[in-house]
């Protein structure tokens, strides 16, 4: 190192004096090594070291950051003039720790109390004005994969990202907050960003629902109402032993509900919509998946969640047909989905040849019909109408033959055991033969094959479970709309492939320019 070049600029001092002290214990150890071959606690050497660098790599921050600070009377970010109000110091969240920074601080000219402006957190777009972006993204990561606590522990072993529990809960919730701002947007330019492989032969679309436990405010009770007391007694503290057994009990029953406080919030099972868009191969295997999630409602709300979230999912998903189909238009749509009447009729209202600009194929998941059917062969097994291996000969019918649902339908009505109960109360014969007979349109599997298309919604049905269940239905999980869906939205964009992306178009809009202006200069544009 270069120390003349180094006292030539006193901003670089303190970094080379911790400069220093990093190759200090690289050196102490090499030399060390040369003296004796006795074993050496490594861990504890790779531990120092990193606290060490943190205390360097924190160093750097601050000096950096410390020179994109402007001291000027007067400053214009994005067309509005700030003066300068005065100066302070400030903790800024890094990779490796807290970086102190002092800077100068502004407030908008013709606004008393307006919020402050401080330059460094506005050209560097800090996170919540004080968390370095790629900071903030890190921590909204791990978020989107556990549980703050989790996180906290995962961040110790690695030695990085030295915060508590409850910071990475409040940084990873603003991560999410900047995204959902941006949402739209945002996923119009991921999906404009999309190259289409040269393989893709199909589109397939998906809906399902999924259960996310919610919490929910509960009505409060009202206050027990007092007993009667005898006349001219105020209360058992004012009656002394003039009461009876009876009353005395009766109240001390009911002061002891006053004060029991009632719980304020309860745990409940909404259900959440989980969307896929999938490109396929001409043998109908997944090339890539575009998963999306959308929370519960919040109960009582005035807008109903068919009329809002559910509408912009639709319509998003729409967007994304849409745009991969300009690339590509002779790519056919499939929409696939269980036997859910809600799900198609949001299929049939946003997703048709009107706006889709092409007749979709629509198919009720394969696996789903062959879980009916499959019912439905043991209990014909088990009374003797069906010979064994019936279910794989009806498989085989369903998905290969061109009319193979008509001769699977035929086969059950043979049996004649439609009203016939298994050990669990049910009618399998008959449910299987009312889910065939309702469907018949929407399971012709055979003609899907031949053109290559999918037969089954396992991208969305695993959407569910990756998405919603093994992050948000955890033991003692509950979620409330607005925070449940910050989380939910990370998780989502790192499921698809797309959050290196996405955070770069959530966070880039942050950073803004801060120009100086003299005080004649600010005069002017104050006036």
């Not at 969240?93 to 402050?116: F, I």
Request: proline share 6%; glycine share 6%.
């Amino acid at each position: 190192m270069d120390q003349t070049w180094v006292q030539s600029r006193p901003h670089l001092q303190n970094l080379a004096a911790k400069m220093q002290a990093v190759l200090e214990m690289a050196d102490a150890l090499y030399a060390r090594g040369q003296r004796d071959g006795d074993a050496v606690d490594y861990g504890a050497f790779e531990e120092e070291v990193s606290r060490a660098t943190a205390e360097l790599e924190c160093a750097v921050h601050e000096t950096a950051l410390s020179g994109l600070n402007i001291d000027a009377p007067f400053v214009r970010v994005w067309g509005k003039t700030y003066r300068r109000v005065h100066s302070s110091e400030r903790n800024f969240g890094t990779m490796a720790g807290t970086a102190r920074v002092h800077r100068t601080l502004y407030r908008e000219v013709g606004r008393r109390n307006a919020p402050v402006l401080d330059p460094v957190a506005i050209r560097v777009g800090a996170v919540d004005g004080r968390w370095l972006p790629r900071t903030a993204r890190a921590i909204g990561h791990l978020i989107a994969q556990g549980t703050s606590r989790e996180a906290a522990v995962t961040s110790r072993e690695l030695c990085r990202l030295p915060y508590s529990r409850s910071t990475f809960e409040r940084v990873g919730h603003a991560v999410g907050r900047q995204y959902l701002r941006r949402r739209e947007p945002v996923e119009n330019t991921l999906i404009e960003r999309l190259r289409v492989p040269d393989e893709a032969r199909s589109i397939s679309v998906s809906v399902d629902r999924t259960a996310v436990p919610m919490e929910e405010p509960v009505p409060a009770r009202p206050r027990p109402v007092r007993a009667k007391l005898p006349p001219g007694v105020a209360s058992e503290r004012h009656a002394g032993s003039g009461l009876d057994a009876r009353t005395r009990a009766t109240l001390r029953e009911q002061e002891r509900q006053a004060r029991a406080s009632p719980p304020k919030v309860a745990r409940n099972y909404r259900m959440a919509y989980c969307a896929t868009v999938t490109l396929h191969d001409r043998e109908g295997k997944a090339l890539h998946t575009i998963r999306y999630g959308r929370m519960p409602p919040t109960p009582g709300s005035v807008e109903s969640f068919t009329h809002r979230q559910v509408k912009r999912l639709m319509e998003g998903l729409q967007r994304d047909v849409a745009a991969l189909r300009a690339q590509r238009p002779d790519l056919p749509v499939v929409l696939l989905a269980d036997g859910a009447p809600e799900l198609w009729n949001l299929f049939e209202e946003y997703l048709n040849e009107r706006t889709l600009g092409i007749a979709p194929r629509s198919l009720i998941d394969a696996w789903h019909a062959l879980e009916y059917v499959g019912a439905a062969c043991r209990l014909l097994e088990k009374h003797e109408w069906a010979w064994p291996g019936s279910f794989r000969r009806m498989k085989r019918w369903l998905l290969e033959e061109e009319h193979g649902v008509e001769r699977v339908l035929r086969a059950l009505e043979r049996g004649g055991l439609e009203r016939v109960q298994d050990e669990n109360g049910r009618r399998p014969v008959g449910d299987a033969i009312r889910y065939l007979s309702a469907r018949k349109d929407l399971m012709r599997y055979a003609q899907a094959d031949q053109h290559g298309f999918p037969i089954g919604s396992g991208a969305v049905e695993a959407t569910c479970k990756s998405l919603v269940s093994q992050r948000m239905k955890r033991s003692g999980c509950r979620w409330k709309p607005r925070t449940g869906d910050e989380v939910l939205q990370l998780r989502a964009l790192q499921l698809s492939d797309r959050w290196e992306p996405a955070m770069d178009a959530v966070l880039r809009p942050l950073r803004k320019p801060v120009h100086r202006l003299n005080r004649a200069e600010g005069r002017a544009a104050a006036a």
